[in-house]
């Protein structure tokens, strides 16, 4: 489905209705523009089901709170809205955008009158690189911006005032020919892509960065476990940029990247190696399981 957002075919679930995808419209004197307070899930859904659907309403949940949002929503009132949007649409493979943020009802930094609306879209995305990156990897560049301290910002939620920094950080990437963004953390170790985490593999070892600063995402969570199951020695620790481009594979994760082969990083190649062909390959096996 290509072309503006907001005009398309399709229903939406807003406030607990089913309306008309270009209904689907809010003021411009809403709190979550002005102040982002605003906080959304990344979804999948693979032949109907919503993959780890229970697990994403309550980060969802929890993104709220952590920006001191209420959200008028159970995790399976939430569960219920989703599977309700996606049949309404008659789709059984889709991305799915649950978003929720502050209405109009104040305007000015204190928001306590301000109720939380929640909206959710869903439409086919086949894939988030394209499928060339299957078989050479993307390219990343390490951005200039980089993950805050977790004391100065909600680090391990998806509201919408954190991605400001990563939309930068890709734009940049992407004026110089490469396909996403590194971000480095406030130390100046490894973290993760705009919208993925990362993994590494040397000499059979695979390491992840410990996600004290980022978001813990659950396509990481999953292959973590995954990569235990297949027998993989792996370490979550930290991984400094040294480390990370003498790796022998690179690789993303993420609930639109799923896994995806990094092939290059700023100057330094490499190749789309077999344990992320098995890791990639066991990660499609279960979205569809
Ligand atoms: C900044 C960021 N990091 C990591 C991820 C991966 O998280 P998940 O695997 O839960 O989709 C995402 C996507 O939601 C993201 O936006």
Redesign the pocket.
């Known amino acids: 489905m290509a072309g503006d957002f907001s005009d398309r075919d399709g229903l939406i679930w807003f406030d607990g209705e089913i309306v008309e995808w270009r209904d689907a419209k809010i003021h411009i004197l809403s709190h979550g523009l002005h102040y982002a307070s605003s906080v959304f899930e990344?979804e999948r859904a693979y032949n109907g089901n919503i993959f780890l659907c229970h697990e994403h309403s309550e980060r969802f949940i929890r993104s709220a709170q952590l920006i001191d949002m209420e959200m008028p929503y159970t995790a399976d009132e939430l569960d219920s809205a989703k599977k309700e949007i996606l049949k309404a649409n008659n789709l059984k493979d889709a991305y799915m955008r649950p978003v929720a943020w502050r209405g109009s009802e104040e305007l000015g930094i204190s928001a306590q009158k301000t109720k939380t609306h929640v909206a959710i879209a869903c439409w086919e995305w086949p894939s988030y690189f394209g499928e060339e990156a299957r078989e050479k990897g993307i390219s990343i560049k390490t951005s200039k911006w980089r993950a805050p301290m977790p004391d100065t910002a909600t680090t391990n939620s998806?509201a919408a005032g954190l991605y400001a920094t990563?939309t930068m950080s890709k734009h940049a990437a992407e004026a110089d020919g490469y396909t996403d963004a590194l971000m480095l953390d406030y130390r100046g170790l490894v973290a993760?892509l705009?919208?993925?985490?990362l993994f590494m593999i040397k000499d059979g070892k695979i390491k992840t960065p410990n996600p004290d600063c980022?978001?813990d995402?659950?396509?990481?969570q999953t292959v973590i476990k995954l990569a235990a199951k297949e027998g993989f020695d792996l370490d979550v620790c930290q991984i400094s940029v040294d480390e990370l481009m003498e790796a022998d594979e690179v690789f993303a994760?993420?609930?639109?990247a799923e896994v995806t082969a990094i092939g290059k990083i700023d100057d330094t190649e490499f190749k789309v190696g077999p344990i992320t062909r098995q890791l990639r390959d066991a990660y499609e096996a279960l979205v569809r399981s």
């Not at 705009?194 to 985490?197: C, E, F, K, Q, V």
């Not at 995402?217 to 990481?220: S, W």
């Open positions: 990344g998806k990563h993760e705009t919208g993925a985490n980022f978001l995402g659950l396509t990481r994760t993420g609930t639109a």
